[in-house]
């Protein structure tokens, strides 16, 4: 028996040590794929929303006459920025979910792998290999399952929802300061 304290206790003497290194090499590499996909979806969204926006302000002059627009013009305009932002939230929080999965099963087979006071049986440790980024977990392993949905939870609130509800926010309440204006201006004019 090893006596190093950082080699693997492998209950299972039928799974390698090298079949458990190269399981964490691979979720390591997933993981680094999974984050160039979200930061591409990230990068992509708001390069193509404000881009847009540049161009169709820019087209109908729009931020000279922001008070003239009409109604329609202006629910458009949010629905095209509401509809665009929930589609990349959507691809990104995918993304995101199938990243943080295999972060949560890395974790749980590097700690089955070398924490001799893991609980987890010869069976539990054989499926952590062979998981990946589409099987949920609450199945099999639920306290992983809780794991995952913490961060998520996490990633959501502090990093989705201030890339993606920002812009939307902004142009509804762009939209409702105009609207706002033009009653104000009415109720004056009316006496």
Excluded at 42 to 54: E, K, S
Excluded at 94 to 123: F, G, T
Aim: proline share 5%; with cysteine.
């Amino acid at each position: 028996m090893s006596m190093n304290p950082i080699a693997p206790k492998l209950p299972n003497a039928f799974i390698p040590e090298e079949r458990v290194n190269l399981a964490l090499s691979s979720k390591i590499d997933a993981i680094y794929k999974h984050e160039e996909i979200i930061w591409k979806v990230r990068v992509g969204y708001l390069a193509i929303l404000y881009t847009g926006l540049t161009f169709l302000l820019g087209q109908r002059n729009v931020l000279a006459d922001l008070t003239t627009m009409d109604s329609a013009a202006w629910l458009i305009i949010f629905f095209l920025i509401l509809g665009f932002s929930l589609s990349a939230f959507m691809v990104d929080l995918a993304y995101l979910r199938k990243r943080l999965r295999i972060i949560v099963i890395r974790d749980m087979l590097i700690d089955a792998a070398y924490n001799p006071r893991c609980r987890l049986r010869n069976k539990d440790l054989y499926m952590l290999l062979q998981i990946g980024s589409e099987r949920p977990l609450e199945e099999h392993f639920p306290e992983g399952d809780k794991k995952l949905r913490l961060k998520l939870n996490w990633n959501i609130k502090r990093i989705l929802l201030p890339i993606y509800a920002a812009t939307p926010l902004l142009a509804f309440v762009l939209f409702l300061s105009v609207y706002l204006h033009r009653l104000f201006v009415w109720l004056v004019s009316r006496g």
